[in-house]
């Protein structure tokens, strides 16, 4: 059994980055080694020097959406907060609605002249379907009403909100940014594909997984909730060519590792494929396709730090993660990145796994 508390880490809250560098690429990169053990200290910059011709760069292209929406309760004008999470049909979308105790089947919230919604029905998460009704194209009502969202851990104002963007976003539907994107700029981009690197898309709306903490001490009971993802034919094949040449496939954050370990199949290889995912990946879990990953730092006891964990293993991240916090390292969104080259050896997750298991079962006796 794998607890929560498995997965906590002490942060100061300074330590929590609060606006994007400028530029993008200039912040810092923590590279380490879990075959090695080694831990160095660069800038994002030097990505160059750690990838080779031949291997491939996944990146999720989604976009954020414009997802907070700001009106007034039907009946008394009160302040109520909608956040899209994802598009049912035409007109109806999955919702976080706030404050949602009161909003029931037939509760009417209005943004503007030209937009309102109404609940419809209560989700298993604890969200609401609601119904809008508007004049016009909704997507570009929601364009002029919608505010982008930013996580409840920034409390300063962003500037130019493309910045919560990655610089290749083309898919529309996120509710959250696909954060160790943020670093690349498009001439970084290019460079890498000029020395002989392969760039990869695929898709993966982030939804409320993002949002939501774990909050069942065995991780094991914790559910994940439903993000669609697509792979492309093109990058299903650029995969496969990579990893029959020897190179690697490094995913770039998160959200890429969960697409591409969705659509692998049982034997390490992946095709073309689009769905909706539930992947929880924690340590145990066998990696079918991720050779490397660039990622941000993560929230104590999130799935986040649990998938890294899951690849690198848990003794060596959390160390990385003190060793992060004393040399002054930038936290979360927009804060600073960290490489991981190589998978840990699967003797060694074995061994580690045991004993943290066996560790449980002297403790509760």
Known sequence: MLLLSDFDYELPEERIAQVPVEPRNSSRLMVLDPVEK?????HFYDLKEYVEPGDTLIFNDTRVMPARLIG???QTGGKVEVFLLRRIDANRWETLVKPGKKAKPGYKINFSDELSCVVTDHTDFGGRIVEFQYEGIFEEILDRLGETPLPPYIHEKLEDKERYQTVYNREQGSAAAPTAGLHFTKEQMQELKDMGVNLGFVTLHVGLGTFRPV???DIQKHDMHKEFYNVPEETAKLIMDTKKAGHRVIAVGTTSIRTLESAADGMGEISAKSG?????IYPGYDFKIVDAIITNFHLPKSTLIMLISAFAGRNFVLDAYKTAV???YRFFSFGDAMMLKVKQPTAERDA????LEKSHLTETK
């Open 215 to 217: 909050n069942v001490e």
């Open 352 to 355: 580690e796994l045991a004993a």
């Open 276 to 280: 909706w995912t539930q992947i929880f």
């Open 326 to 328: 004393e040399m002054k």
């Open 72 to 74: 007034h309760r039907d």
């Open 38 to 42: 080694t831990v160095e200290h660069r």
